[in-house]
């Protein structure tokens, strides 16, 4: 076959590993295929938080366990609070504001990890010095779906935490600009993405269906 | 690794479905089958994110969803399956290893004051099979797309109805999501599901059908040749007829009842998956096989493989078929002699050994016809497809310039047709 001598593609993208063969991306297109598939990634994970959730209604139907409903709304508010304070922290990045950025991240995680000890001080009575929790994992199926589903929420919390620290210390060694921080967009969204995952969780664990008194404990 | 290590340290004793209570109640070899579901379960998620995002967003120019290999629509819907469903048997799988090592109660049921507070056995059947279903598409829907790209290329016609047979399998994908159920129509769920799970499971046969037709079409008037591939991929069709036609009368509920873990089960399983995956899955070794190695199989050893195993494939599963009806049952290794199906097993045991022994003959070929085979040259189908547009076996670079597609990729035998692709032509 008669070999073409037409030039490679040429692409202003100076990667670390440029294969002599493999026609170099631009910036912009590996954004787009990074950006599809983080999207892709969520929509995987939809089905495993999905999974939970289909566990969660086949078990309990429209009955629920009696969880406190103050420590609730003050860990989803705080979650909550978090995805505004990481969107103006996102919104920074772009706009190459590295001290707002670095604020707005550290409040992030601190939200995130409030949410988390709130979680673990009074959902799961990890400490119960402070506050005695009556659920347990064994005891009945209401403990389990709630650890169950809590477990795996506060999993991608950490998950998340640690993402966002990443990205604030490559920032901090000017690693980001505004045209180039996908790391930092991507966390966001992550971010943002286990906050819903929340909005569904927290409906189906402290206010659908009829409260049941557990006995005993 | 750990589902072999499995095997050391007690196995798993409730068969590959892992219905508790058994799974919970089992060895530590359970927990090794688990691990070894998340690791294949992780890279499959993987491999099916990379290749969608591939299929989407890098095709080469002038590639529209609808120019593509029509393979690849088999691996996009494949690939969305993987993507989403394997996540049920992972939280399934994990559920059950917390409920082994903690005790949460999840899948076992805890009578309280006459109260349920435990778990339910059958979450466990709902979870898997959301994951399990699908999954066989997993294995069938390639080996469809595979059918669908090999037969234009030895009829020398156009592929009939390509977006038709495009759709068909995301199709094929998104109804496989909604029949989850009737592998539990005798699990004792609430009666008023089978009718919505025989109805949906009626429903697969409806895109299935479209590829069926579109095969008898693209043959229809083509100048057929018969080298191995070809012939596989016929035998592929028989035998998934055999499949497609046992398939409604097990998702028909009533007669399922009778039918539920019999060996026409077995059976009919047996047809879908070598006519959907196993003859597929040959046909395209024997197709791609000068691609890989430069060199010809040899084309006696490849009819003898065919021809000793299609007969056989038949025997088999319509044997299985008829000992299932006559009361044979899944899981068991011995019967009543009073069945009278003695005659019955003894051909599907025969029947099994001529396929293994033409399986045998296969192996040999492709490793004596690497060394010994005939060179083949780029392209010896006068395949339209890019891979045999370039030397055989491929070279490290295989085009020197990004390719453009400027063709149809089916376009046999049609006059004045431009060709599929063209190597650097034009700018980007």
């Given at each position: 076959?008669?070999?073409?001598t037409t030039p490679m593609k040429a692409a202003g993208h100076a990667g670390a590993h440029d294969d002599a063969h493999a026609p170099t991306e631009t910036y912009a297109e590996r954004l787009r295929l990074n950006r599809l598939g983080m999207w892709l990634f969520f929509i995987s994970e939809a089905f495993l938080f999905g999974a939970l959730l289909a566990a969660r209604f086949y078990l309990w139907g429209d009955t629920r366990p009696d969880l406190d409903q103050v420590v609730g709304l003050i860990v989803t508010s705080v979650l909550l609070l978090s995805s505004a304070s990481m969107?103006?922290?996102?919104?920074?990045?772009?706009?190459?504001?590295?001290?707002?950025?670095?604020?707005?991240?550290?409040?992030?995680?601190?939200?995130?990890?409030?949410?988390?000890?709130?979680?673990?001080?009074?959902?799961?009575?990890?400490?119960?010095?402070?506050?005695?929790?009556?659920?347990?994992?064994?005891?009945?199926?209401?403990?389990?779906?709630?650890?169950?589903?809590?477990?795996?929420?506060?999993?991608?919390?950490?998950?998340?935490?640690?993402?966002?620290?990443?990205?604030?210390?490559?920032?901090?060694?000017?690693?980001?600009?505004?045209?180039?921080?996908?790391?930092?967009?991507?966390?966001?969204?992550?971010?943002?993405?286990?906050?819903?995952?929340?909005?569904?969780?927290?409906?189906?664990?402290?206010?659908?269906?009829?409260?049941?008194?557990?006995?005993?404990? | 690794?750990?589902?072999?290590?499995?095997?050391?340290?007690?196995?798993?004793?409730?068969?590959?479905?892992?219905?508790?209570?058994?799974?919970?109640?089992?060895?530590?070899?359970?927990?090794?089958?688990?691990?070894?579901?998340?690791?294949?379960?992780?890279?499959?998620?993987?491999?099916?994110?990379?290749?969608?995002?591939?299929?989407?967003?890098?095709?080469?120019?002038?590639?529209?969803?609808?120019?593509?290999?029509?393979?690849?629509?088999?691996?996009?819907?494949?690939?969305?399956?993987?993507?989403?469903?394997?996540?049920?048997?992972?939280?399934?799988?994990?559920?059950?290893?917390?409920?082994?090592?903690?005790?949460?109660?999840?899948?076992?049921?805890?009578?309280?004051?006459?109260?349920?507070?435990?778990?339910?056995?059958?979450?466990?059947?709902?979870?898997?099979?959301?994951?399990?279903?699908?999954?066989?598409?997993?294995?069938?829907?390639?080996?469809?797309?595979?059918?669908?790209?090999?037969?234009?290329?030895?009829?020398?016609?156009?592929?009939?109805?390509?977006?038709?047979?495009?759709?068909?399998?995301?199709?094929?994908?998104?109804?496989?999501?909604?029949?989850?159920?009737?592998?539990?129509?005798?699990?004792?769920?609430?009666?008023?599901?089978?009718?919505?799970?025989?109805?949906?499971?009626?429903?697969?046969?409806?895109?299935?059908?479209?590829?069926?037709?579109?095969?008898?079409?693209?043959?229809?008037?083509?100048?057929?040749?018969?080298?191995?591939?070809?012939?596989?991929?016929?035998?592929?069709?028989?035998?998934?007829?055999?499949?497609?036609?046992?398939?409604?009368?097990?998702?028909?509920?009533?007669?399922?009842?009778?039918?539920?873990?019999?060996?026409?089960?077995?059976?009919?399983?047996?047809?879908?998956?070598?006519?959907?995956?196993?003859?597929?899955?040959?046909?395209?070794?024997?197709?791609?096989?000068?691609?890989?190695?430069?060199?010809?199989?040899?084309?006696?050893?490849?009819?003898?493989?065919?021809?000793?195993?299609?007969?056989?494939?038949?025997?088999?599963?319509?044997?299985?078929?008829?000992?299932?009806?006559?009361?044979?049952?899944?899981?068991?290794?011995?019967?009543?002699?009073?069945?009278?199906?003695?005659?019955?097993?003894?051909?599907?045991?025969?029947?099994?050994?001529?396929?293994?022994?033409?399986?045998?003959?296969?192996?040999?070929?492709?490793?004596?016809?690497?060394?010994?085979?005939?060179?083949?040259?780029?392209?010896?189908?006068?395949?339209?497809?890019?891979?045999?547009?370039?030397?055989?076996?491929?070279?490290?670079?295989?085009?020197?310039?990004?390719?453009?597609?400027?063709?149809?990729?089916?376009?046999?035998?049609?006059?004045?047709?431009?060709?599929?692709?063209?190597?650097?032509?034009?700018?980007?």
């Amino acid at each position: 076959m008669a070999a073409s001598t037409t030039p490679m593609k040429a692409a202003g993208h100076a990667g670390a590993h440029d294969d002599a063969h493999a026609p170099t991306e631009t910036y912009a297109e590996r954004l787009r295929l990074n950006r599809l598939g983080m999207w892709l990634f969520f929509i995987s994970e939809a089905f495993l938080f999905g999974a939970l959730l289909a566990a969660r209604f086949y078990l309990w139907g429209d009955t629920r366990p009696d969880l406190d409903q103050v420590v609730g709304l003050i860990v989803t508010s705080v979650l909550l609070l978090s995805s505004a304070s990481m969107y103006i922290a996102d919104t920074a990045a772009e706009h190459g504001q590295w001290r707002v950025f670095s604020v707005a991240a550290w409040i992030t995680m601190i939200l995130g990890l409030v949410f988390l000890f709130g979680v673990m001080i009074f959902e799961w009575g990890l400490f119960p010095s402070i506050y005695k929790a009556h659920l347990t994992p064994w005891d009945s199926k209401y403990g389990a779906v709630v650890f169950a589903m809590t477990g795996m929420h506060a999993f991608h919390v950490i998950t998340g935490i640690a993402l966002i620290f990443i990205m604030w210390n490559l920032a901090r060694k000017r690693r980001f600009t505004p045209e180039r921080h996908w790391g930092v967009e991507a966390s966001a969204i992550y971010w943002h993405y286990v906050d819903v995952v929340w909005i569904f969780f927290y409906p189906a664990l402290y206010l659908i269906g009829s409260v049941v008194h557990l006995t005993g404990h | 690794m750990t589902l072999l290590l499995s095997a050391l340290v007690g196995g798993w004793d409730s068969g590959w479905t892992m219905y508790p209570p058994l799974s919970l109640q089992g060895s530590v070899g359970y927990q090794f089958v688990f691990w070894s579901v998340f690791a294949i379960g992780l890279s499959s998620i993987l491999g099916s994110l990379n290749l969608i995002a591939t299929i989407l967003l890098m095709r080469p120019k002038g590639m529209s969803m609808f120019r593509m290999p029509i393979f690849c629509w088999a691996v996009l819907a494949t690939s969305i399956i993987q993507l989403t469903a394997t996540q049920f048997i992972g939280i399934d799988f994990l559920l059950l290893s917390f409920e082994r090592s903690l005790g949460m109660p999840i899948f076992n049921p805890m009578m309280v004051e006459g109260v349920n507070m435990g778990g339910e056995p059958l979450l466990h059947q709902h979870l898997f099979w959301f994951y399990s279903h699908p999954a066989v598409y997993v294995f069938v829907l390639p080996g469809l797309g595979i059918i669908s790209e090999l037969l234009p290329v030895f009829s020398r016609k156009p592929l009939f109805g390509y977006r038709w047979v495009a759709l068909s399998s995301i199709a094929i994908a998104l109804v496989g999501f909604l029949v989850w159920g009737h592998h539990m129509f005798t699990s004792g769920y609430q009666p008023y599901l089978r009718v919505a799970f025989m109805i949906s499971t009626l429903l697969v046969a409806v895109p299935t059908g479209v590829k069926f037709f579109s095969w008898l079409g693209t043959m229809w008037g083509g100048r057929l040749t018969f080298p191995t591939p070809m012939l596989f991929t016929l035998g592929s069709i028989s035998v998934f007829l055999i499949g497609g036609l046992s398939g409604p009368v097990l998702a028909t509920t009533t007669t399922d009842l009778f039918l539920h873990d019999t060996y026409f089960v077995v059976g009919h399983f047996h047809a879908t998956i070598f006519g959907g995956f196993v003859f597929p899955f040959f046909a395209a070794i024997y197709f791609w096989y000068p691609k890989i190695t430069g060199r010809m199989y040899n084309e006696a050893l490849g009819k003898w493989h065919f021809w000793l195993m299609t007969p056989a494939f038949w025997v088999m599963s319509i044997g299985q078929m008829s000992v299932g009806v006559m009361g044979m049952r899944r899981h068991i290794a011995d019967y009543d002699a009073g069945l009278g199906i003695a005659t019955g097993q003894l051909w599907i045991t025969l029947a099994g050994f001529v396929i293994a022994f033409s399986i045998l003959l296969m192996i040999y070929n492709l490793f004596s016809s690497a060394e010994v085979g005939r060179v083949a040259g780029a392209n010896p189908w006068k395949s339209r497809s890019p891979e045999w547009q370039i030397a055989s076996p491929v070279p490290d670079i295989s085009y020197p310039a990004p390719i453009r597609v400027v063709g149809e990729p089916y376009d046999y035998g049609l006059l004045g047709s431009p060709n599929y692709v063209a190597v650097g032509a034009g700018d980007d």
